[in-house]
């Protein structure tokens, strides 16, 4: 189940609003608009589309709004449900054999899961369930990869255009310099661009980049599971075997947690 990532939106804005503390509580209200530049931002921003346009396809680009949302959304897993599920399928492809779950399966939320104890109750060989549910795999990591890849270079061209922009600035700055008195002011607003950049990359594109991989690591090895899982039920392996053979992926804490909830009747009500 999908639901809001709070810890991507307040991180950004904390992320912000220290910036701005730390600029306040140094120069002040009035002094904060001094941080704030129209030809900075349109040098940053502009180049940082014109390098994107050039990189990727209009189809591919597309696909970043909907890429940086995925960042301020979480899919909950719950090992233990899905160790329980199939438990209990394996416990009924032993009583009524592997046919009996094709009507079972249907009320399996998870696409993946349903896919391959399907493919099990057909009659397709293990290995071939294993080469196509890891064929899927791969495409998933495929895919998330070329989608992870927007937030990444854009990650790279904003500092990069932040450093043109304050190389801009410097070359106007040198052709002044018959006006000391305005060197500090315009050398200020040179390095602008260079802080628009790194803001942009290190608080905004490459973290998202980052929370992007950790979520594609987290649902691989959660379909690796399934597999397992798939593969026991064929198998015709026993309940409490698979069981045992599942919670292997568990943490040491996650572990503990299945026991008592084992031991207490409440994985048995949820199923």
């Known amino acids: 189940m999908k639901k809001l990532d709070v810890l991507t939106p307040i991180g950004v804005v904390v ?23 129209l030809p900075s931002m349109l040098v940053v921003i502009g ?17 970043l709004g909907k890429v940086m949302r995925e960042s301020f959304r979480d899919v909950e897993y719950d090992l233990h449900d899905l ?6 399928l394996s416990e009924k492809a032993r009583r009524e054999g592997l046919l009996s779950l094709e009507a079972e399966v249907e009320a399996v939320e998870d696409p993946f899961i349903r896919k391959g104890v399907l493919l099990a109750v057909d009659g ?15 495409a998933l990591e495929e895919r998330h990869r070329k989608n992870k890849s927007l937030l990444d270079k854009a990650g790279e061209y ?11 600035g ?31 990359a290190n608080l905004v594109f490459l973290p ?38 599942l919670s292997v992926f568990l943490s040491q804490e996650e572990l503990q947690l299945y026991s008592l909830k084992r031991n207490e009747g409440t994985l048995e009500d949820e199923a």
């Open 15 to 37: 992320g912000f609003l220290f910036v701005a503390f730390a600029i306040i509580s140094n120069a002040g209200v009035t002094g904060f608009s001094s941080f704030i530049d």
């Open 47 to 63: 180049g940082l589309i014109a390098a994107m346009l050039v990189s990727f396809s209009i189809r591919e680009l597309k696909q």
């Open 83 to 88: 160790i329980r599920t199939f438990v209990t």
């Open 124 to 138: 397709v060989e293990q290995d071939v369930i294993v080469d196509i549910m890891n064929a899927e795999i791969i």
């Open 158 to 168: 904003a500092p990069a255009w932040g450093m043109i922009g304050t190389l801009i």
């Open 170 to 200: 410097l070359v106007l700055m040198l052709k002044n310099l018959n006006d000391p008195s305005s060197l500090g002011p315009n050398m200020a607003i040179a390095l602008l661009t260079t802080l628009y950049g790194s803001l942009l």
């Open 208 to 245: 998202m980049a980052s929370k992007l991989a950790m979520k594609t690591e987290k649902e691989v090895f959660m379909k690796q599971i399934v597999i397992e899982g798939v593969i026991g039920v064929q198998s015709g392996q026993n309940p409490k075997i698979l069981e045992e053979k």
